[in-house]
């Protein structure tokens, strides 16, 4: 049994990228490990949102873990600002960490060029360090993301073993990511050469679409001028990134996917992937509206926030203890 930690953070509306490349795959691991998923709400806050937004997309995730079967019974969900552990590994941590490799984080890089230079947070430069806290905090052996949070995650990975040599002890589990195979990275529907991503309502399918409104995102999706359905990343990234829609979706490779749609236009393949993300978001928010105003979202973040707490603190003063902070004993 080994400690699995992933988390969102709740910055705008889940995409259909988020659940391929992550939600979907966290319930995967809660039958044979100890799961910690977590809703990163003080990373929310490293870019500007209002406090309504915030409160909003946390419940919602919170409602969307469960719906995508996540099970309070078998994996901790909580929020981090409830666990009072990770700002506190994260001011510790921050010290191990080098402002140069924090530099070159392509996420900082990404958002810091989109902000005017005087009023790049300093939060949203730190970012990697807390989350870092965050896996470290759960001995997380494995922690389930899309590619674009790879670099993060080894970051975590170079300060755990930075930590350990410092100190001369194995006082962290060195943690490593773990990115699906296909799903890793879908593109956007409008530019498929752009991640689809939570703040870019074009290409975007948002898990809660309304089914007409996503059926018509899919159909008028960029392709190319050929008619046949290939997976080609480079020469047909439209049609690849349908084909890895649809695959994931279906549980199926893509060499089986591009086998059904031999001979097929380009029309009834699109209807076909319309078809398998509609009946996947109905499902999905069949469960969500079951969730999203009961009292039973408080009742799994306490559950939840306990569980957490009980091996958070735990590290915590391990790591109190190593660097010589003193405590009673
Ligand atoms: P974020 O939306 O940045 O909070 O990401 C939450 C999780 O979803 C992370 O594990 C991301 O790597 C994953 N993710 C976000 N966008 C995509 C995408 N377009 N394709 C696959 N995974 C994604
Ligand atoms: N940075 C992740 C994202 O943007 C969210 C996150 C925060 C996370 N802390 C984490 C993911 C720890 C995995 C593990 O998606």
Redesign the pocket.
């Known amino acids: 049994m080994e400690n699995i ?5 709740p910055t705008g509306q889940l995409t259909l990228g988020n659940y391929i490349g ?1 939600l979907k795959n966290f319930s995967k691991f809660q039958d044979e490990n100890k799961v910690f998923v977590f809703i ?1 709400d003080l ?1 929310a806050l490293t870019l500007p949102i209002e406090p309504e937004v915030l409160n909003q997309n946390t419940k919602d995730i919170v409602a969307f873990y469960l719906a995508c079967g996540l099970d309070p019974n078998k994996a901790s969900i909580f929020l ?1 600002s409830h666990v009072y552990e990770h700002s506190e590994l994260g001011t510790i941590l921050g010290n191990y960490a080098y402002m140069g490799e924090l530099n070159r984080m392509t996420q900082f890089k990404d958002k810091a060029s989109k902000l005017n230079e005087k009023n790049i947070g300093l939060g949203l430069f730190t ?1 990697p360090v ?2 870092a806290a ?2 470290i905090l759960y001995d997380a052996k494995k ?1 389930p ?1 899309g590619e674009d ?1 790879k670099q ?2 080894e970051l975590a990975r170079d300060l755990a073993i930075r930590f350990n040599h410092r100190y001369k002890k194995d006082i962290f589990v060195i943690p490593e990511p773990v990115i699906p195979t296909t799903g890793a990275r879908i593109m956007s529907l409008s530019d498929p050469s752009k991640k689809m991503s939570k703040s870019d309502p074009k290409g975007d399918i948002f898990l809660k679409d309304d089914l007409k409104v996503a059926r018509k995102k899919i159909m008028s999706a960029v392709t190319d001028l050929e008619c046949e359905v290939r997976y080609d990343k480079e020469n047909k990234p439209g049609i690849s990134n349908l084909l890895t829609i649809y695959s994931c979706l279906k549980e199926i490779t893509i060499e089986e996917a591009e086998k059904e749609f031999i001979g097929a236009n380009y029309g009834t393949f699109k209807r076909a992937v319309a078809d398998v993300v509609c009946d996947t978001l109905e499902r999905i928010q069949t469960k969500y509206n079951e969730y999203i105003n009961s009292d039973y979202l408080d009742e799994v973040l306490e559950k939840g926030a306990k569980e957490a707490r009980a091996i958070a603190s735990n590290t915590i003063k391990r790591v109190k203890a190593c660097v010589g902070l003193y405590s009673k004993q």
């Open positions: 930690l992933s988390g969102i953070k992550a990163a990373h981090q970012y807390l989350m965050d896996i922690v993301v949070q993060h995650v």
